[in-house]
């Protein structure tokens, strides 16, 4: 069965930090682009940030560039998303998604999602 599952979110407060992770099973993780999504209460998902197969091209919306960094460590079949400084504004359900051909492409498999609250 091909799974992918966040673990990490939680809650911090603002200015905190936290780091993602999501883990694939029943495939190889390297074979795919990885992104990162958010869903914020009321609001549609947005993209955050996307790295390719190798882990050479990295991208990122505009609300998380230097705050967040995403990395992968193909040997633990792993994506990560390191979040720091945290604001109220990042509180959502944060989800990983595969896709086969690259960034730029439709997702293939999503997860479930991990919440992540910030929040004093």
């Known amino acids: 069965q091909l799974q992918l599952v966040e673990s990490g979110g939680g809650l911090v407060q603002p200015g905190g930090s936290l780091r993602l992770s999501c883990a694939a099973s029943?495939?190889?993780?390297?074979?795919?682009?990885i992104g990162w999504f958010r869903q914020a209460p009321g609001k549609e998902r947005e993209g955050l940030s996307c790295?390719?197969?190798?882990?050479?091209?990295?991208n990122y919306a505009d609300s998380v560039k230097g705050r967040f960094t995403i990395s992968r460590d193909n040997a633990k079949n792993t994506v990560y998303l390191q979040m720091n400084s945290l604001k109220p504004d990042d509180t959502g359900v944060y989800y990983c998604?595969?896709?086969?051909?690259?960034?730029?492409?439709?997702?293939?498999?999503w997860g479930k999602g991990t919440l992540v609250t910030v929040s004093s």
């Open positions: 029943g495939f190889t993780l390297s074979s795919y682009a």
């Open positions: 790295i390719s197969r190798s882990g050479g091209i990295t």
């Open positions: 998604a595969a896709r086969r051909f690259g960034c730029s492409y439709g997702v293939d498999y």
